[in-house]
């Protein structure tokens, strides 16, 4: 794949720029698998910080960089003779000029994520998935409440028994009277 920059060659002091019409970095079409193995090493070599959202944006970071290092085949960046494609030169006029580094890592990503984030992340979420328990253990939601048994009254009970008095039960069956 053709990547158009605009032009990082070096100027000689008072001319013009060497490609006013741009460069052309050429991605391979696909990483060979040390290259790709490469990425997704980059990957789990950032340190981890504590913070989850630097720690992704640095991981990502980290595989779009190696991305460049291991996805550029060619150039024709020049200065005065062709500039050879290595991990310096690479730093010295892609990753020190921001927008060109970012079309190139922009395009780099486009293709090839789906070699090496995509499968990765297959492979996170499958490994994580959870296992059925067979009986439920959470707490079910949304369900109706069973209504609540009230209590039976007291099991002693008063009855008035015209004039011999208050006959009184107890539980164990056996009754007393008092006088009124």
């Given at each position: 794949m053709d990547v158009l920059?605009?032009?990082?060659?070096?100027?000689?002091?008072?001319?013009?720029?060497?490609h006013p019409d741009g460069d052309t970095v050429t991605l391979k079409d696909r990483l060979g698998f040390e290259e790709a193995a490469a990425c997704k090493q980059a990957i789990q070599l950032v340190e981890d910080s504590g913070d989850m959202n630097d720690l992704t944006a640095r991981r990502i970071a980290a595989v779009v960089?190696?991305?460049?290092?291991?996805?550029i085949a060619s150039w024709t960046l020049q200065n005065g003779a062709a500039i050879p494609v290595t991990a310096?030169?690479?730093r010295k006029y892609l990753m020190s000029d921001f927008v060109a580094g970012d079309i190139v890592s922009s395009e780099a990503e486009t293709?090839?994520?789906?070699?090496?984030?995509?499968?990765?992340?297959n492979r996170v979420a499958t490994s994580s998935r959870p296992t059925p328990t067979g009986v439920s253990t959470s707490a079910t939601t949304g369900s109706t409440r069973s209504s609540r048994?009230?209590?039976?009254?007291?099991?002693?009970?008063?009855?008035?028994?015209?004039?011999?008095?208050?006959?009184f039960s107890q539980p164990d069956g056996d009754s007393s009277t008092s006088q009124s």
């Open positions: 920059i605009p032009c990082p060659c070096p100027v000689a002091e008072g001319d013009e720029p060497r960089t190696q991305y460049m290092f291991s996805g310096g030169n690479i293709l090839y994520n789906p070699q090496v984030l995509i499968p990765l992340a048994k009230h209590s039976s009254r007291s099991s002693t009970t008063t009855t008035r028994t015209g004039d011999t008095g208050m006959t």
